[in-house]
């Protein structure tokens, strides 16, 4: 067990510029779960995988914001024309189906200027 | 989704017990409670979970009041490394966003040599 491996861990970026992340998941995990988390709060929700597929998005992710999982392994995160306010950690995490633990990356620190 | 409430803030002494409440007054019958805590620089770490009675593992200790609108996360022997944001968590059990987990903002605990 590698854990969860996240790269880059730190991003600078102008505003308007286009920024991918990655996420290794631990090898067996079929779930996948991507978080935002800016100065002083808890993780926010962004979206999950099963497998390849996306089952559920939240209101937070804009049409700006784009997750892949194409062969159900690692996933990419994809932020098109950042903005200030995408300045945050992004989080992955993974499980093996819906039971608990949640195993998390320690993220990806995106600095948008 | 039900919300939970934690102290802004703890202190402890090392080697002391600390024990970190949590009230979450309009849990439903089957909302699982769940503790991770985040290290500085780190994504968060799962601690325990739990549904109705105590659990105990090698981190921590979880009592859960008989009415479930409460919790305690019990450290036995705070050590300096158990310094983090602690957060109190309760998910949905019943459908396929188990490990969908809605963070707060924590407790932060620091613990005083």
């Known amino acids: 067990d590698t854990g969860v491996s996240q790269n880059p861990r730190h991003k600078i970026t102008k505003r308007g510029q286009n920024v991918t992340f990655r996420c290794d998941p631990i090898?067996?995990?079929?779930?996948l779960y991507w978080y935002r988390q800016t100065l002083g709060q808890g993780p926010e929700f962004l979206t999950y995988?099963?497998?390849?597929?996306?089952?559920?998005k939240s209101r937070l992710l804009s049409d700006r914001f784009s997750a892949e999982r194409p062969k159900g392994s690692f996933s990419t995160l994809e932020i098109q024309r950042t903005e200030q306010g995408d300045s945050a950690m992004y989080l992955c995490a993974s499980s093996l189906g819906q039971k608990p633990p949640l195993h998390f990356g320690n993220g990806t620190r995106l600095t948008v200027t | 989704d039900a919300k939970t409430t934690q102290p802004n803030s703890m202190e402890s002494n090392e080697e002391e017990p600390v024990h970190l409440p949590c009230n979450h007054s309009t849990i439903s019958g089957t909302d699982y409670i769940h503790w991770y805590r985040q290290l500085p620089s780190q994504g968060p770490e799962y601690v325990i979970h739990?549904?109705?009675s105590n659990v105990n593992n090698r981190m921590a200790s979880l009592a859960i009041a008989e009415d479930r609108k409460s919790s305690t996360l019990i450290l036995h022997r705070a050590t300096l490394r158990d310094a983090a944001v602690y957060y109190c968590?309760?998910?949905?059990?019943?459908?396929?966003?188990?490990?969908?987990?809605?963070f707060g903002g924590g407790t932060r605990l620091m613990v005083k040599p």
């Open positions: 090898s067996e995990h079929n779930r």
């Open positions: 968590i309760l998910s949905l059990s019943l459908n396929n966003a188990g490990n969908m987990l809605t």
């Open positions: 739990g549904l109705t």
């Open positions: 995988f099963q497998n390849e597929a996306q089952l559920e």
